[in-house]
């Protein structure tokens, strides 16, 4: 958990203070204190997973089940080294984790591969974070804000809960279609292809991950469209914080519960969190590869996640530029929602030219008869701002003015 603390702290701060004393605790006169290097800190934290490791078991029995395990221990070094830059460490962490009890889900039908969120201590979990569904018991709120909006009808009266974020429409076209039988790259501009239903035939991951207009859930069918039952509103930046419609079209699905006994009152969220599970250790390793021109092996290992869903073989690349392009479209697909994408534009030195003086977008739905008309819309009412010095956390003022020998980041002075 200490190795875990400081490697939040590293991704967003660089090189932070270190207090590691197991023998006692920084007095008044210590409170002065200077950062330690990124370099120091990855040292340190890499060499903490490493002891947790080797002190921990390979799993749990019975109610023990879901504590902190070797497999924990490793894949979380794996992350670190990958962030750290040690291609070589990340590997080898890799390795060890792939030596466990650990497997890929099913995944060629949505059904299955929604079983990697909904299928407790299933085989594919590394680090999940369990919670218990019940009054008075550690349940939480992700149904309430993130819903479908008339989901909460039958307990408030009306669509009163949801959609406080939605998913944008760069994230959903990231999922591919099948035309012909074969799975190619999505494009509203293909609509007439698609037969105007560009939500049939996607691949399993985008059914698992989203929910759409048309889509099936807790015995109705969703009404994402303008009047319907769950809704549209355009973007604002005033006025939308007690409406519940989506902005984008979209609602988030992964970690969603379809538990009728939900009732927005006083039995809520018992969904687990998943801080990591096997298909990240084969995307790391790829991409400890590919930093070291092993293209063969890192592509290797994206056929592995590819071919669990049921997706045909890249074509392999071999220069990092290119396979980069591949990389980041399969852990969007796979580990998205997840919290990884941001971190992932960071560390690639490419946040600012994705981010920057860039729009996200929705699609505006509306039913015309017995067919939809699709409208690709801006969710941003003006460019976004990412400059450069976002890329690195400030050191809060508050921290500065207590500790006289710890430094701003340079891009904050």
Request: net charge negative; proline share 4%.
């Amino acid at each position: 958990m200490r190795a875990f603390a400081y490697q939040e702290l590293v991704i967003r701060h660089g090189g932070v203070i270190l207090r590691t004393s197991e023998e006692y605790i920084d007095g008044p006169e210590e409170r002065a204190k200077a950062r330690s290097s990124e370099t120091e800190c990855w040292d340190f934290i890499l060499e903490e997973y490493k002891k947790a490791a080797n002190d921990l078991p390979e799993s749990w029995a019975n109610s023990d089940a879901g504590r902190l395990t070797k497999g924990a221990a490793y894949g979380m070094q794996a992350r670190a080294a990958l962030y750290a830059k040690r291609w070589d460490k990340a590997i080898e962490a890799c390795e060890e984790v792939l030596k466990l009890d650990y497997t890929l889900l099913p995944g060629t039908s949505y059904e299955s591969y929604y079983k990697i969120f909904t299928s407790v201590n299933n085989k594919e979990l590394i680090l999940p974070v369990y919670y218990e569904k019940g009054q008075n018991k550690k349940q939480h709120n992700f149904d309430t804000y993130f819903c479908p909006p008339f989901d909460s009808k039958p307990w408030t009266g009306g669509a009163n809960n949801g959609a406080a974020a939605t998913p944008s429409d760069e994230y959903a076209s990231s999922f591919d279609i099948k035309v012909n039988g074969v799975y190619q790259a999505f494009d509203w501009d293909k609509l007439n292809v698609y037969g105007n239903k560009p939500f049939d035939n996607r691949e399993p991951r985008f059914y698992a991950s989203i929910l759409y207009n048309g889509a099936s859930w807790k015995g109705r069918t969703l009404q994402l469209y303008v009047d319907g039952d769950d809704g549209y509103m355009d973007f604002s930046t005033t006025g939308q914080d007690n409406v519940h419609r989506s902005t984008t079209g979209y609602i988030f699905r992964k970690f969603m519960s379809n538990d009728p006994e939900y009732n927005f009152t006083n039995v809520l969220s018992g969904q687990y969190w998943i801080e990591m599970r096997l298909a990240e250790i084969y995307l790391i390793r790829s991409e400890a590869y590919a930093r070291k021109n092993e293209f063969e092996k890192a592509y290797a290992d994206l056929k592995t996640i590819r071919d669990r869903v049921g997706l045909p073989q890249l074509e392999q690349k071999n220069n990092w530029s290119d396979y980069l392009t591949d990389l980041a479209k399969e852990r969007i697909c796979e580990l998205g929602l997840e919290g990884h994408r941001y971190f992932d534009l960071i560390r690639w030195g490419i946040a600012v030219q994705t981010l920057n003086q860039k729009r996200l977008h929705g699609i505006k739905i509306e039913k015309k008869g017995n067919d939809f008309a699709y409208e690709k819309v801006e969710c941003d009412t003006q460019d976004r701002l990412f400059p450069e010095r976002y890329t690195i956390f400030p050191i809060p003022f508050s921290e500065l003015q207590t500790n006289i020998l710890c430094e701003q980041n340079d891009l904050w002075k």
